[in-house]
């Protein structure tokens, strides 16, 4: 498997709280991304990065903010969470090439209460 | 912007059954095309890809998926299914030029295979 962490691997929280999810890779994978997994709705891309310091916005973005300041490292921040950001979130890691599949970490679990 | 559509959102089968699962992109371009298969409680790992070359690729498992570029289909298949089968499947698309490598994903299929 590739060396993907996400952390923490499940919490509650309440509405209108911050939250920060990290993403911790060693495979020194130039790009990162950010999904969220609903039931129905398949895999949706929050935000993405293609270097440290480059993000960009994925399709379900509002809400949502990302930042990377090491290569392993990339966060997703819910700046004030609401109970439709309830879901498993996962990071993933790839080359970058069109090519290439995307490795996936294990998933958070979000309740937002 | 491209999609992906999974027409069967619940399959059910029995062992040894055959499996087909479909999945259409809507996109006139060059594709990278792939299947992921989540097992309960875990996280999406690759099945198969397909790049370029033998539209027939093979996976792990025993799993296959052919590319016909006129349906723009790439449909996984399987001749006989086991109960450790039993999974959520998802189809992505990468356009060929696309930057960072962005992945489009279908809405999932979960296959049930009853022992």
């Known amino acids: 498997d590739a060396g993907i962490t996400q952390s923490p691997r499940h919490k509650v929280t309440e509405t209108g709280t911050p939250v920060t999810l990290r993403c911790h890779q060693t495979e020194n994978h130039r790009y990162m991304y950010w999904y969220r997994q609903d039931p129905g709705h398949g895999l949706r891309l929050i935000h993405y990065s293609y270097g440290v310091k480059d993000t960009d916005k994925g399709e379900v973005s509002d809400g949502y903010s990302v930042s990377r300041s090491k290569t392993e490292d990339f966060l997703l921040t819910l700046e004030s969470a609401t109970s439709s950001q309830t879901s498993v979130y996962f990071c993933a890691i790839s080359p970058g090439q069109a090519s290439y599949e995307q490795y996936f970490g294990p998933g958070t679990r979000l309740t937002v209460t | 912007a491209q999609s992906v559509s999974q027409h069967n959102h619940h399959v059910i089968l029995s062992e040894a059954a055959s499996l087909e699962l479909g999945c259409n992109y809507s996109y006139g371009g060059t594709v990278n095309l792939f299947w992921y298969v989540q097992y309960p409680g875990q996280h999406l790992q690759l099945l198969l890809k397909y790049f370029s070359g033998d539209p027939l690729v093979k996976g792990i498992k025993g799993f296959e998926a052919e590319f016909i570029k006129s349906k723009f289909s790439f449909n996984l298949r399987k001749p006989s299914v086991q109960w450790s089968d039993t999974a959520e499947y998802f189809c992505?698309?990468?356009?060929?030029?696309?930057?960072?490598?962005?992945?489009?994903f279908g809405d999932g299929t979960t296959l049930t295979v009853k022992p």
């Open positions: 992505a698309v990468n356009l060929y030029n696309t930057n960072a490598g962005k992945s489009t």
